[in-house]
């Protein structure tokens, strides 16, 4: 009888302590759910709509006209028609491109997430992207029925979904920059395939996503207009020519500067920026030489500048990290006439390297333009690449007298 009443004593400060837990739980819960704040991401701003380009309103349950200068948020679904397309953006976050005959849902952070990670689904169709270099999440990323694709900072790639039966043309993921990991949404495949800069990975019927290949002419012509993604905001050009006044004594002479390039056979972008610690301005060098025959890089129109009042020009130079670089470029001086000097610079480092290459000019000659030449038959293997510059110094004459010129010149 003894032995009874411990039994169920026992028992019933079990189902106490049990009890005890759970109302700990359940309280902890409900506080954190009372704290939590959500991450609220900023909506896309609408741009350059054409043709049949729709969202679904939960408010009148239909689908209504989405019009340039509205904005889109969370949870929002939109298509595209036939002859279709759309622009989607968050400043100096991310840039997208939504193709005809596409569907596309923006999503959510998850429960509880903390971070500032984008998300989209692509249900059929064809979304370019690009993400901004300061681009605040971890990764950006978009999920289709079979495949999920992460991309860093400053990626520009493509994925494209079939939008009829078979033989359509299968599931691809192409990346034009930076580098895009593909899986699987299959239960129990885990791994992760990396896309990088001018590759592109095709889904097989099984959903898998086969080992990536260099992208085709083609391919690169599909992909190539995710560059017009992300163009710089109006006051960008006036901002870059006063921070090029402090990148070196050639910009004293300089009044315009850009880039040049073939929308077919290539493409180039240029940007100065500030550092911070010496106050100089860094300019670097995005080139894309994947065509065949293809030539890019930047020109700086000059003036009172004149060939005779200086020994030769020298620079800094050095790679970008965790990007490819080429194997040489060309610098040409001009005249009015004519090419009045040709270089070739190579041999770039991690480290910052000057590059020096003197001149000796006996007659008055006026430069009207320098520039920088990328093109396919220089650059080695990297077709696509960047380099960055500091100190454009225009040498005095009695200096480049005494100075050598570096292995990498003429």
């Excluded at 009888?1 to 739980?25: G, P």
């Excluded at 017009?228 to 002479?253: I, P, T, V, Y």
């Excluded at 300089?254 to 880039?259: A, K, S």
Aim: charged share 25%; no cysteine.
């Amino acid at each position: 009888m003894s032995i009874t009443l411990r039994e169920k004593q026992t028992s019933y400060w079990s189902v106490q302590a049990i009890t005890a837990v759970l109302i700990t739980l359940v309280s902890g819960f409900g506080i954190a759910v009372l704290l939590w704040k959500p991450v609220v991401l900023p909506d896309y701003d609408v741009t350059r709509p054409a043709g049949e380009v729709e969202f679904y309103s939960r408010d009148e349950g239909t689908w209504l006209p989405l019009r340039a200068g509205e904005t889109v948020g969370a949870h929002r679904k939109i298509r595209t028609g036939r002859g279709g397309r759309v622009d989607l953006t968050i400043p100096g976050q991310a840039y997208l491109r939504l193709q005809e005959n596409s569907f596309l849902e923006i999503r959510a952070p998850q429960l509880f997430e903390r971070g500032t990670d984008f998300r989209l689904h692509l249900e059929r169709g064809t979304l370019l992207a690009a993400t901004d270099k300061k681009y605040e999440g971890n990764y950006y990323e978009v999920t289709t029925p079979g495949l999920t694709a992460r991309a860093g900072k400053g990626g520009l790639f493509r994925i494209s979904l079939p939008v009829g039966p078979p033989p359509a043309v299968p599931p691809s993921v192409t990346v034009l920059r930076g580098t895009v990991k593909v899986r699987p949404n299959s239960a129990g495949i885990h791994r992760w395939i990396t896309v990088k800069n001018l590759e592109k990975t095709v889904v097989d019927r099984q959903g898998r996503p086969g080992e990536p290949y260099q992208m085709s002419r083609q391919d690169w012509r599909e992909v190539k207009e995710a560059y017009e993604l992300g163009m710089k905001e109006s006051g960008f050009e006036r901002r870059q020519m006063d921070l090029s006044k402090s990148a070196g004594n050639l910009f004293e002479h300089v009044l315009d500067h850009g880039t040049f390039y073939t929308p077919e056979l290539g493409y180039a972008l240029r940007e100065f920026s500030l550092d911070g610690n010496s106050g100089e301005a860094h300019l670097e060098i995005e080139y894309d030489v994947f065509p065949t025959g293809a030539f890019v890089g930047m020109y700086m129109k000059t003036r009172d500048f004149n060939l005779a009042d200086f020994g030769g020009l020298e620079f800094q130079v050095r790679t970008v990290s965790g990007e490819d670089a080429p194997s040489s470029f060309r610098i040409e001086i001009k005249s009015k006439f004519g090419i009045a000097r040709t270089f070739k610079a190579s041999y770039f480092a991690a480290e910052w390297t000057t590059v020096r290459f003197p001149w000796k000019a006996r007659k008055d000659t006026p430069i009207a333009e320098v520039t920088l030449v990328f093109s396919w038959d220089r650059v080695g293997d990297h077709k696509k690449g960047f380099l960055e510059f500091r100190n454009f110094t225009l040498i005095p004459r009695a200096a480049s007298a005494q100075t050598n010129p570096p292995p990498s010149g003429a």
